[in-house]
């Protein structure tokens, strides 16, 4: 049977047209598969770029972290230091008001100079405008040699032996109230914020009762403890001396 | 080189006068004492210093007054003073704000609190 001429070319044709489509598929796989090769190249070193930008993060989040840290710390010791400061003034200026009470005290040559001097360091050093300072006269009873801000009547109670205040003299301790007497109480014979008896020995030379504190105080300090045994040592002595130079010269 | 700063310290209580100079005795400061209100205010106009210290109640001429009169003062009129007041009471501080004072301290007298106030106004 013999071939027919069209049928031939036509599976010829078709052929071709095959092979070239194989062809245009291959090239286009070929193609693909180089940018899937590329794609997949792409993916790893963003995949690398991501992990070194985490990496990255991690360390300076890490880094953040000390330095928060640090700050923390730092920010606390300036704290600290701010507290030590303030707490070393605080014992500066302390240690300025007991000296210069010691000093007033001690360097006072007449019985006028100690009881200005009394008189200034419960002013200035203690904050108290309402005090009376006493003595004992020959038989030992109290008299009031001294004042500030306190009434008439008022004083002249003060030193009877009836008087609240009587009991805390023969005592000859230190008395302090505590909470203390302040601004906005009543003014209460019974109740002095501190009577600080001076006493040399057995022998009591005078005392300071001290009633209402200055608005501005809010209560009874260490300081002010101190300053009182201050006043009951050095004053003490400084009114003792001054006795004694006054019977010394009575004797000449 | 620097001159250094001048406070004056106005009060008639020598007992107040030795604690402020034991408080600013390691500060930067030369100091200059009044006993009252007219040498106080006399001592400013002669020796222009930084800032002054002035207690309230003192002798011839109490502290309003001196501050007052240094207020007037045409070469001294700015020179900033903190009150050393004993009774710390709204009326004794409006008086004092009144008569143009800076600023005011309570006796007794907190050393930390008098050296901030004296660096808020004229530094250390």
């Given amino acids: 049977m013999a071939n027919d001429p069209n049928q031939e070319s036509y599976v010829r044709r078709v052929l071709e047209e095959t092979r070239e489509y194989e062809r245009r598929l291959r090239e286009d796989n070929e193609s693909l598969r180089e940018l899937v090769a590329t794609l997949e190249c792409e993916r790893i070193a963003l995949r690398k770029r991501v992990e070194e930008l985490e990496a990255g993060v991690t360390q300076q989040l890490t880094e953040m972290s000390t330095l928060r840290e640090r700050l923390t710390a730092q920010v606390n010791a300036n704290l600290k230091s701010t507290e030590q400061q303030l707490a070393i003034e605080q014992q500066n200026t302390n240690l300025a008001n007991l000296y210069v009470a010691s000093y007033r005290l ?36 109290w008299k009031v040699c001294s004042s500030m801000g306190l009434p008439e009547d008022f004083l002249a109670r ?9 009991g805390h003299l023969e005592s000859r301790r230190l008395h302090v109230t505590d909470p203390a007497v302040l601004s906005v109480d009543e003014l209460d014979l019974s109740r002095p914020t501190a009577c600080v008896v001076m006493s040399v020995g057995d022998e009591a030379v005078g005392a300071v009762a001290m009633y209402r504190l200055l608005p501005q105080k809010s209560g009874i300090e260490p300081l ?29 | 080189m620097t001159q250094r700063k001048k406070i004056l310290l106005v009060d008639d209580s020598s007992t107040v006068l030795m604690v402020e100079q034991m408080i600013l005795r390691n500060s930067p400061f030369d100091i200059l004492i009044a006993r009252d209100g007219e040498a106080g205010f006399e001592t400013a106009v002669k020796e222009r210093p930084d800032l002054i210290l002035m207690d309230v109640m003192m002798p011839r001429m109490d502290g309003f007054d001196a501050l007052r009169e240094i207020r007037a003062h045409e070469e001294i009129k700015d020179t900033p003073v903190i009150m050393v007041t004993t009774r710390g009471e709204g009326v004794n501080i409006e008086t004092g704000y009144t008569a143009g004072c800076n600023d005011y301290v309570t006796k007794p007298i907190n050393g930390s609190e008098l050296l901030s106030k004296i660096n808020n106004l004229i530094g250390s």
């Fill in chain 1, 106 to 141: 001690n360097g006072a040559l007449d019985r006028a100079e100690i009881v200005d001097a009394i008189r200034e360091i419960v002013i200035n050093l203690v904050g108290c405008e309402e005090f009376a300072l006493l003595e004992p006269d020959h038989g030992g009873a």
């Fill in chain 1, 158 to 166: 003060m030193a009877t032996p009836e008087s609240p205040l009587a």
């Fill in chain 1, 224 to 252: 002010d403890r101190e300053i009182f045994d201050l006043l009951a040592a050095n004053a003490a002595m400084a009114l003792y001396r001054v006795k004694l130079q006054e019977q010394v010269k009575g004797v000449q």
